[in-house]
């Protein structure tokens, strides 16, 4: 059971925009940054976003990050097929991480 | 050129002692902007932190965990060691070092491959 909340699945076809949500609390989202990562299959995962929206360098901004009270989400524009992955959320809760239980993204 | 890799054994029998060593290059262990956290992952599951050290040698662990975990770092070897007592089947995972960095807000920035560990007898 992941302290962090998302949905196991979403999908889209490309070009679309697709949403993953993430929800958590007052100890971890509501008062630390979201971070988000994209695991490839059979890869390491990989940053995505973190202090809620920001983009490491060569992340495309295809790619953003909101945040509001205890939970946020990812979204992705323009959905393309090397975006089929699993998605995970995270953050701090005081000095311990936490993570999402992770959202497979299919693109149809 | 950051990069980090873990190693260990493949297979551990129940209630044996695991040993995990994270070699780091393109940063130090003493730099006071940088940690290391283990994260690790059963196969088809989601990801688990694990616990982190920090230049300081500030260590936390996983609340659940805690009681089998140590996490320790050799500045000179830019190593960080993790060990875990009493390994069980259901601690069969593939296991990841990855650095934490204060430039990106304190993110998982690097990862290793991950070492895959599994516990049978």
């Known amino acids: 059971q992941s302290v962090l909340t998302q949905p196991p699945s979403a999908s889209g076809t490309p070009g679309q925009r697709v949403t993953i949500s993430c929800s958590g609390s007052s100890s971890n989202i509501g008062s630390n940054y979201v971070y988000w990562y994209q695991q490839l299959p059979g890869t390491a995962p990989k940053l995505l976003i973190y202090?809620?929206?920001q983009r490491p360098s060569g992340v495309p901004d295809r790619f953003s990050g909101s945040k509001s009270g205890t939970s946020a989400s990812l979204a992705i524009s323009g959905l393309r097929s090397e975006d089929e992955a699993d998605y995970y959320c995270a953050a701090w809760d005081d000095s311990l991480g936490v993570f999402g239980g992770g959202t497979k993204l299919t693109v149809l | 050129q950051v990069t980090l890799k873990e190693s260990g054994p493949v297979l551990v029998k129940p209630t044996e002692t695991l040993t995990l060593t994270c070699t780091v290059s393109g940063f130090s262990l003493s730099n006071a902007r940088m940690g290391v956290s283990w994260i690790r992952q059963p196969p088809g599951k989601a990801l688990e932190w694990l616990a982190h050290i920090f230049s300081n040698d500030e260590k936390s662990y996983s609340t659940s965990l805690k009681s089998r975990l140590t996490i320790s770092k050799d500045t000179s070897k830019s190593q960080v060691v993790l060990t875990m007592t009493n390994m069980d089947p259901v601690d069969t995972a593939t296991y990841y070092c990855?650095?934490?960095?204060?430039?990106?807000?304190?993110?998982?920035?690097?990862w290793g491959q991950g070492t895959l560990v599994t516990v049978s007898s």
């Open positions: 202090r809620n929206n």
């Open positions: 990855a650095r934490i960095s204060v430039v990106v807000a304190a993110a998982f920035d690097y």
